[in-house]
């Protein structure tokens, strides 16, 4: 049977989408609205406009709250240090208001949260939906959206300090917040109109109070009139097209790609059919789990039968059976997942497979999930509530709140590993694309080329492994801006990394992980961890299978590595560690903070903030704070940045464990760096847990 | 199963006034593309499915269904009974479950029905109709989260048809249940052997499936 994307539900995507401006925020052209996107709603923008460009992403974090990141080229007099001015900015907008039958949606904005303030703009907005397909805005704006037509600040009620906005920031204050410019000065109406004579045609003109002060000094632009008009197309698959006419002088365009990880294309996933339960013909009377006298008594050659036959049923499901053991009316099976993103869906196929195997007196399925050598909980579900609730409408909750999930670390060690399970060997050549962004001199940089992975582990928990990168094409080798920095150049390095070593080792490491005991697990990690880092690295978690909150440390001593991806070393080596608080705040939302001494010796912490989805996309920010002081950082004044994972199965419907990540630096300095270690403890357990377990637990009949 | 429904004051009704059904609200228009076999005039017969894409399986039970939104068909085998309900199976491992002719549950389909909760042709076979009761589908969301649609629905009389299987033609009992909520309405129909067992039926199955039109063989 051919699987098509649903048209309903692709016709809803388009359509519940607000317009956006050409700052990749609910608006018009250049001014803002107090609608929202959609909660979860994720846009990569590109605008252009003669001798301009802004490439926006914007993220809809909550259904009040959305954040964009922008990049932008202005074409404008070389800068002091020779390069042509590119501008990185954040803009966040909260909608305090939400539009009733006669009340309007009101949103405050600011534009430019922490960079260079030539986005500088903080607005209010009222935003009110009309019959016959209009709406239109009404606000006020200070900085850019007060600079015409201007009046005297209406904040200045609060004191003459609203009154003034502070002049263009000196390059060295940029990258920190710009509070001291918020709302002050000069403020300005504006107001929007659009009107919809399609379902994907939208027309909109309004009134700016943009006075394009900066640009028009720099000769850069002429502003002849303030009505914008436009023409938005809504393309579908999240395509949105828009040309307009600007200020009575200038054509612009913008594209706009919009997704949102609650929305895959195939939702539910495509992957064909489980098998189905085998239900015992007459179930025994259930009796406590266990492995004591029972029912029935497994005898050896019974095990190993069972072995046999259930290794052949998990791998017939892409799960790799560790070790069976077999009780009186329990079965506990350490398993492989090496096929589901989600784990509820892993331990339900094969719940469903072994449902056939095991003997009527097994009772009880007691499953245990292992990764990187170690046990990561048990979750142990009835055969009568498999066999009862296998058509059952409520049995997503009905399951899970029967299924016992526990930890792990009590459960005796493996006496029989399967057969052919360990050693391990495995490897493996894979496509990347390496990029590097925001230099001056070239935005995007790109490697293109290939991955050697070798892997060799000869028990469980122990694991020898390397990767070479062999760069075959790219361009970032062509860099040639040298750090600036009075800190130890331990990352800002980069450069010469690239020049000198562009195909290099990018890690050779023995790693052990292990359980100390209950709720806790341990990572020690010893060799080449990173392109510019060899050491020593050892890490401890702790964190229950159930609960918001887990708690983890990590020390490392490590060395800096030679420029040219070699064996070799430089000088410079430092012990670097940090204390870290996780904590599930709920809805998706995680909190995670970072305390210790950085790679340059500095000390201070890290806070970051992710949205993570069912779907296993995440969305994320951070921020590091050290006693670096912002003027001896170098520009950016703290380190910062976005980050994105997308699993593969996402895309393509089909289950996988392959995932897309990307990380956006505005800078890439010293201060605030951090060593990068693989196989981090709270990444590789929390899929094993709740509330990702929970939250995917649908899965676990499919 | 259990199911929340009742009979209502509609069975009454028609039991009373024996009133043509097509009178009673519900639209018929669907059963029309099962031309001339209702209503019409004697030698013409239903095709649920072309009779010539399950030769040879008329010995063993197996399920012929279509997926008209895709333009697709395809022959399930009978792989596994649980309780009132049997899993269908396709050798490209998609499934329909189903219970005594409703679709309880789809997979492999994608935009799956996750599960459907409504009387069964045993509940309402038997007793005079018309009825009303309610159905409740569930799917899973892009964010893995149980999306839950519920709709009334009516059952009535529409009549009987003959019917063509591949064992011949058979005179079937058709029963349409025209279920809707404030988004959408839908109609299902139901072709019953004298016993009250589905020999074929046609069931909207969600918004990313449509309708499928199965026939049961060999049952």
Request: net charge negative; with cysteine; proline share 6%.
């Amino acid at each position: 049977m051919i699987a098509t994307a649903d048209p309903e539900a692709i016709l809803r995507f388009d359509l519940e989408r607000p317009v956006l401006s050409t700052y990749a925020m609910p608006g018009y052209i250049d001014m803002p609205s107090a609608e929202m996107q959609p909660d979860g709603h994720l846009t990569f923008s590109a605008f252009y406009r003669q001798d301009s460009w802004r490439g926006s992403v914007n993220f809809q974090a909550t259904k009040r709250l959305s954040g964009t990141f922008r990049y932008a080229y202005l074409d404008e007099p070389l800068n002091a240090v020779g390069s042509n001015f590119y501008d990185r900015s954040f803009s966040v907008a909260y909608r305090f208001i939400d539009e009733g039958v006669w009340r309007p949606a009101v949103a405050v904005g600011i534009l430019d949260l922490v960079g260079t303030g030539v986005y500088g703009a903080e607005y209010v907005v009222a935003s009110k939906t009309l019959p016959n397909k209009l709406s239109f805005s009404i606000g006020m704006g200070w900085g850019r959206f007060g600079s015409y037509n201007g009046f005297t600040n209406p904040l200045g009620i609060f004191g003459s300090r609203w009154d003034t906005r502070p002049g263009e920031r000196e390059s060295n204050d940029t990258g920190t917040f710009t509070t001291a410019e918020w709302f002050r000065g000069d403020a300005a109406i504006f107001g929007g109109l659009s009107y919809k004579p399609s379902d994907r045609l939208t027309l909109t003109a309004e009134y700016s109070s943009d006075a394009y002060d900066r640009e028009r000094r720099l000769g850069e632009f002429d502003r002849r009139a303030s009505i914008n008009f436009g023409l938005n197309y809504r393309a579908g698959l999240g395509t949105d097209i828009g040309v307009y006419y600007l200020y009575g002088s200038a054509l612009s365009a913008v594209l706009h790609l919009s997704i949102n990880p609650n929305q895959p294309l195939f939702q539910g996933g495509r992957e064909g059919a489980p098998p189905p339960v085998v239900v015992r013909e007459e179930p025994p009377p259930i009796i406590d789990p266990g492995f004591g006298p029972g029912e029935w008594t497994p005898t050896e050659p019974a095990t190993a039968s069972l072995t046999s036959q259930v290794a052949s049923a998990l791998a017939s499901q892409g799960i790799e059976l560790v070790s069976l053991e077999v009780g009186n009316d329990l079965a506990r099976m350490r398993l492989r997942n090496q096929t589901y993103d989600s784990e509820a869906q892993a331990v339900g196929r094969a719940a469903r497979v072994v449902s056939g195997i095991f003997p009527p007196e097994i009772e009880y399925f007691e499953f245990v999930p292992m990764d990187l050598g170690i046990p990561l909980a048990t979750i142990t579900v009835s055969r009568s509530d498999l066999e009862s609730l296998e058509f059952d409408p409520d049995r997503s909750w009905k399951s899970y709140v029967r299924a016992e999930i526990g930890d792990a670390a009590a459960l005796d060690p493996i006496s029989v590993i399967v057969p052919g399970i360990y050693p391990e060997a495995s490897a493996g050549i894979k496509p990347f694309v390496s990029t590097a962004f925001f230099d001056p001199d070239n935005p995007l940089r790109i490697d293109v080329g290939l991955d050697l992975d070798l892997s060799y582990s000869p028990l469980p928990g122990l694991i020898f492994s390397s990767k070479y990168r062999q760069r075959l094409a790219g361009n970032r080798s062509e860099a040639t801006r040298e750090s600036d920095s009075t800190l130890p150049p331990v990352r800002s390095d980069i450069t010469f990394y690239d020049q000198d070593g562009s195909s290099f080792l990018a890690h050779l490491t023995t790693e052990y992980f292990w359980r100390p005991g209950t709720n806790l697990y341990g990572r020690g990690t010893v060799g080449y961890l990173e392109r510019m880092y060899a050491g020593l690295s050892s890490e401890v978690l702790w964190k229950p299978v159930t609960g918001p909150l887990a708690l983890g440390a990590e020390i490392n001593y490590v060395r800096q590595r030679d420029f040219n991806g070699r064996f070799g070393f430089l000088d410079y080596e430092v012990a670097t560690g940090h204390a870290s608080v996780y904590y599930e705040i709920g809805g998706g939302f995680e909190g995670q903070i970072d305390a210790g001494r950085y790679l340059a010796g500095d000390w201070g912490g890290t806070f970051t903030l992710r949205r993570r989805f069912a779907s296993g996309w995440q969305v994320g920010a951070f921020f590091t704070l050290t006693d670096v002081p912002f003027s001896e950082f170098g520009e950016g004044a703290f380190d910062k940045g976005l980050f994105f994972e997308a699993p593969i199965s996402w895309l393509s419907g089909q289950p996988s464990r392959q995932d897309f990540a990307a990380l956006i630096k505005p800078l890439s300095r010293d201060g605030g760096a951090r060593l990068f270690v693989r196989n981090r403890l709270y990444e590789v357990t929390r899929d094993y847990h709740d509330p990702e377990l929970q939250e995917r637990w649908p899965r676990y009949w499919r | 199963m259990r199911h929340n429904w009742c009979f209502g004051v509609l069975g009454v009704a028609v039991a009373v006034s024996g009133c043509d059904v097509n009178r009673d609200g519900v639209d018929f228009g669907y059963l029309e593309r099962f031309r001339p076999g209702l209503g019409g005039g004697r030698g013409a017969t239903t095709v649920i499915v072309d009779p010539a894409s399950v030769s040879g399986q008329a010995a063993a039970p197996v399920l012929a269904a279509s997926l008209e939104g895709r333009g697709t068909s395809n022959v399930f085998a009978l792989s596994a009974t649980n309780g009132n309900v049997q899993s269908w199976v396709t050798n490209d491992n998609v499934a329909i479950f189903t219970e005594d002719g409703l679709v309880v549950g789809t997979a492999g389909l994608t935009y799956d029905l996750y599960t459907a909760q409504a009387p069964t042709p045993a509940d309402w076979g038997p007793v005079p109709l018309p009825a009303s009761g309610d159905r409740i589908h569930r799917r899973i969301g892009g964010d893995d989260k149980i999306i839950i649609d519920s709709f009334s629905c009516e059952y009535q009389d529409a009549g009987r048809v003959d019917l063509d299987t591949p064992t011949g033609v058979v005179s079937a009992r058709v029963v349409i249940e025209a279920c809707g909520n404030t988004e959408r309405s839908f109609e299902n129909a139901y072709f019953l052997d004298r016993s009250d067992q589905v020999l074929a039926t046609r069931q909207w199955l969600g918004p990313g499936i449509g309708f499928v039109s199965m026939q049961f063989i060999g049952n």
